[in-house]
């Protein structure tokens, strides 16, 4: 409290919450860090990330180790190849596009979205 009135940006200053995270949780009467212990994790959750969840259970004493967001599933993958010269024989352009073709579907099998594959062209300059 600062002159009898409530420190608004205890929130933002104590805990690293962002501007936008902030005015998220500012309709749940999340406006302190008091608010955050409070705040039930599930719905932090639910509010901002998995982020914010591990950061209302660390506010809580409980430790977050081994608790990491899970990374986003790639939505594109580029396999490219720069010849440095013109490419005038076609066997090595072929031998290269090969090559290029088997190790995309290594990658996309990897990722398990083979059946979300779309082919392009090979582009010259």
Do not use: W, Y
């Amino acid at each position: 409290m600062l002159g009898g009135r409530p420190n608004r940006a205890a929130a933002r200053c104590a805990a690293p919450i962002g501007s936008a995270l902030a005015a998220r949780l500012h309709p749940f009467g999340s406006r302190t860090t008091a608010d955050l212990v409070a705040m039930a994790p599930a719905s932090a959750r639910d509010v901002g990330t998995v982020v914010l969840e591990r950061l209302v259970r660390e506010l809580n004493g409980v430790e977050c180790d081994g608790f990491k967001p899970e990374p986003e599933a790639s939505k594109a993958t580029a396999m490219t190849r720069q010849f440095g010269v013109p490419v005038t024989d076609l066997d090595a352009l072929r031998e290269a596009m090969v090559r290029r073709a088997a190790r995309a579907a290594d990658t996309l099998t990897d990722f398990r979205s083979l059946e979300q594959c779309d082919a392009h062209a090979v582009r010259s300059a």
